[in-house]
């Protein structure tokens, strides 16, 4: 449990005001947090969810897949791909995030996933895991959300 | 050429001192510059100076590939792979990179690349293209490096 609380000190924080030293701790909890709404969201197959956890101008990187460049874009995408697994019920949704480095509202952390998938009509289970690399930015109203996402398939089991 | 200079003004810009307001204009130049050693290291198959380009604790996520941790990991597995590349030359590296965002001394940008192999033997050459998505850091000596890179294949031509 310790290997992703790898927490980068940032210089600016010796110009912050007393008691903001508690700020990088604060913020590697609340990133703990947001995972857990994501992988949460994740596994419901919830867009809307999903969609809330997404800044504005967020940038998704996916294999094979156009740049998709903002929000507006990515409930597009979203909303397609939820069309195509019209039945589909995401049974697991597992992720473990790693290294978290925080500087003042930016942070980054990677992650690994394990989803199943069940499809109706009785077609086989999809099983897969991958990982991710995650940028994360602290809005204005003080809730982390996704900048960029970049996502890649997992090595060959056993490999 | 806009679109890559879209900067994150950051919060503790205003407790730094009176004429380090510079100091992300020229971050942005200098990940430029980074980008083109990046560039030219990766054409060259020039280990060393890709090496030279990384973080100590860097971590690369490459497709159906176990993450990378660390520069002594990498380090072996650039090695590997130059070994495999044994004879080939990379007649074409080019990427572009967008939208670096700056916070102290952390940044993010993502680029696509476009790279052509050719083999020994009158192989067909290998014609690729990807995205990647970078986190770097500005270290004690004042140069960028790589922290966190992933790589994830293009769309389909005309895709």
Sequence with gaps: MQN??????????????TGA???VPDAVREIVSFNRSFENATRKM?????LALW?????????????ILGKAAIAT???????????AQMVKFEM???????????ASEW?????VVQFPDGKPAFDGRGKMLLVLRRGTQGAWRIEREMW???????G
Excluded: R, Y
């Design 46 to 50: 919830d867009t809307d969810a999903t």
């Design 4 to 17: 992703w609380i790898f927490l980068q000190l940032i210089i600016c924080m010796v110009a912050l005001p």
């Design 77 to 87: 995408f979203l909303s397609d791909v939820m069309a195509s697994l019209k039945g």
């Design 21 to 23: 030293n508690s700020a």
């Design 152 to 158: 890649n398939q997992a090595e060959p089991p056993g």
């Design 111 to 115: 992650c690994t996933e394990h989803q």
């Design 96 to 106: 473990a995030c790693f290294d978290i480095v925080v500087s003042a509202d930016w």
């Design 55 to 67: 800044a504005a101008d967020g940038i998704s990187l996916l294999p094979s897949t156009k740049p």
